[in-house]
């Protein structure tokens, strides 16, 4: 099962050519990226509502969604080619992390 239709619920109906797979999966990472700080925000607020709304979450699809981001980021499609792209991702999951604890 592929991690977008695993994580996402979405099934590719038909083959994607290369110059439309690219521009997905940059979207999904930015995406995924937008996401994880989102929610970060939502956990460190003082509001128990916000921090509600996570719990409101499919926390085993957050779970999938966050470790193969972190633990297999090039096989989702993220492509961290300097070491900026690379410390602002691991910013950004390491803050998640510490928000969930």
């Not at 921090?51 to 957050?62: C, T």
């Not at 193969?68 to 980021?73: D, T």
């Not at 090039?74 to 604890?101: I, N, P």
């Amino acid at each position: 099962m592929e991690f977008e239709e695993m994580c996402l619920g979405l099934k590719l109906a038909s083959p994607v050519v290369p110059a439309e797979n690219s521009k997905f999966v940059k979207v999904k990472c930015t995406t995924n990226v937008r996401l994880f700080d989102f929610l970060t925000a939502l956990l460190t607020s003082k509001d128990a509502a916000l921090v509600e709304i996570v719990s409101s979450i499919d926390q085993n699809k957050l779970a999938i969604n966050l470790m193969k981001s972190v633990l297999e980021s090039s096989k989702v499609g993220f492509h961290l080619r300097t070491k900026k792209e690379t410390e602002m991702f691991q910013r950004c999951y390491r803050e998640m992390f510490a928000a969930l604890r």
